[in-house]
T-cell receptor, first 118, second 106 residues
Framework: NLVQSGPEVKNLGDSVRVSCMTS????????VAWVRQAPGQGLEWVGW????????EYGWKFRGRVSLTTDVSTTSVHMEMRRLTSDDTAVYYC??????????????WGQGTLITVS | DIQMAQSPSSLSAAVGDRISITCRPS??????LAWYRQAPGKAPELLLY???TLHIGVPSRFSGSGSGTDFTLTISSLQPEDFATYYC????????FGPGTRVDLK
């Protein structure tokens, strides 16, 4: 199960941190990805992290502005996004990699977190 | 970046119909493709990965085929819960999603 932190309203230029609390599986065996969806739009990949070795990979438009981290003690994954603009208004999802390694499909999704930037 | 072309962008169908959706990446991705269904206001659900592997619990009316630069999702007999938006996703190099195909009731 993946449970995400609650909605946030931010100002232009702010930073935001979204948490994804995992349960029901061995945390370090499965990578976690972040995907966002702007209102009425399609899906956009933000990045992913391997909780075992903390390797990360980010979509090109997010490099330098997003950081993914893990907390093994709470089996959580966190996404921090900086220098927010109105284009960052979206629902942000965390999702588990289906076979564990990065470069795969996503089988378990969080409920989504709405980030509104105004 | 690998671009994903998905067609059609929308289609109308009836319960029981057989439909197919095509996904064409801009370069060879071998078999590194997944398909998702997304109902309005819900998170996406994984249907297939590795182009043709049915995810656990997904009904057998869903099937996937293809490799390289040409992939197809087929639903053999549409059910009421299948009226939704479908996305393909490549994971060969980073991740890119197709723009989606909306399936609605004729």
């Amino acid at each position: 199960n993946l449970v995400q932190s609650g909605p946030e309203v931010k100002n232009l230029g702010d930073s935001v941190r979204v948490s994804c609390m995992t349960s029901g599986y061995t945390f370090q065996r499965y990578g976690v990805a972040w995907v966002r969806q702007a209102p009425g739009q399609g899906l956009e990949w933000v990045g992913w992290i391997n909780p075992y070795n903390e390797n990360t990979e980010y979509g090109w438009k997010f490099r330098g502005r997003v950081s993914l981290t893990t907390d093994v003690s709470t089996t959580s994954v966190h996404m921090e996004m900086r220098r927010l603009t109105s284009d960052d208004t979206a629902v942000y999802y965390c999702a588990r990699l289906v076979r564990g390694d990065l470069h795969d499909g996503f089988d378990i999704w969080g409920q989504g977190t709405l980030i509104t930037v105004s | 970046d690998i671009q994903m072309a998905q067609s059609p962008s929308s289609l109308s169908a009836a319960v029981g119909d057989r439909i197919s959706i095509t996904c064409r990446p801009s370069q060879d991705i071998f078999g590194t493709l997944a398909w998702y269904r997304q109902a309005p206001g819900k998170a996406p659900e994984l249907l297939l990965y590795a182009a043709s592997t049915l995810h656990i619990g997904v009904p057998s009316r869903f099937s996937g085929s293809g490799s390289g630069t040409d992939f197809t999702l087929t639903i053999s007999s549409l059910q009421p819960e299948d009226f939704a938006t479908y996305y393909c996703q490549q994971y060969h190099s980073g991740v890119t999603f197709g723009p989606g195909t909306r399936v609605d009731l004729k």
